[in-house]
């Protein structure tokens, strides 16, 4: 029996971190003691507010291979931003309002879902955002927390989706820099220097493409369905 293990974090009611596992029964414990130590050990400062959970899967995982890595060395934040609005234009989208919402994004638990062809935020509570969710990872999990690899995790969970043609993200840790852009055609972009250190702002945005009947179904998705990513070959 498979279990969803959770953990998110909070200091002055603002999300600093959250994690995830899905693992066997006789690991929950193991997986819940884990997930609090790493919450308290957090760049962002001891949280004031720990939210542990665990349920059983209500549906089958699906298998899910991770999605190839680029690295692309950008000099700095400026030229970071210049090579997002590049990928932007190259999906014939305006970058300009899409960049304009992704910096001013902090503290959110969850991502921005934005309908890129009617310009509008679909996330039911745009506090709280979408939390791609019910994921984890089939190789080797080390001790510390590794941002590259949770983040490929997710931005592979999401890709998948049908409804997503990319996604956007900076890390809301204050000392983590690097970024990426991900989507189906292009894989996992890892781009250095996506902030400055010391900046507090950070969060995704998972660009959508669809029919407005076809939210409820991606929602679901990257809320609820389990996924296990799988690693790339050589990978572990
Ligand atoms: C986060 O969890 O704060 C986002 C981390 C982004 C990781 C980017 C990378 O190292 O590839
Ligand atoms: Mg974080």
Do not use: W
Not at 27 to 34: F, K
Not at 172 to 198: E, H, I, M, P, V
């Amino acid at each position: 029996m498979l279990y969803s293990v959770r953990m998110r974090a909070e200091k002055d009611s603002l999300h600093t971190s959250g994690a995830e596992r899905i693992v066997e029964q006789e690991e929950v414990a193991t997986v819940i003691q884990s997930l609090f130590s790493r919450s308290l050990e957090h760049s962002n400062g001891e949280p004031d507010s720990v939210t542990l959970t665990c349920r059983k899967l209500a549906r089958a995982p699906v298998f899910i291979p991770a999605l190839p890595v680029q690295e692309i060395n950008l000099p700095d934040s400026l030229a970071a931003r210049g090579f997002l609005a590049g990928i932007l234009t190259s999906l014939e989208l305006s970058p300009q309002p899409i960049l304009d919402l992704f910096y001013s994004l902090q503290g959110m638990r969850g991502a921005v879902l934005l309908d890129v062809d009617r310009r509008q935020r679909l996330e039911p509570d745009q506090e709280r955002g979408v939390r791609a969710s019910n994921l984890d990872y089939a190789g080797e999990h080390g001790e510390q927390k590794n941002h590259f690899r949770e983040a490929l995790c997710l931005a592979s969970k999401v890709a998948a989706s049908p409804f997503i043609i990319g996604e956007i993200c900076r890390s809301d840790d204050q000392d983590y820099t690097t970024g990426y852009f991900a989507s189906r055609d292009r894989g996992y972009l890892r781009l250095s220097n996506l902030k400055d250190r010391g900046d507090r702002s950070g969060g995704r945005i998972f660009l959508f493409r669809g029919d407005p009947a076809d939210v409820p179904a991606c929602l679901d998705y990257l809320e609820n369905q389990p996924v296990i990513v799988t690693p790339a070959a050589g990978d572990k």
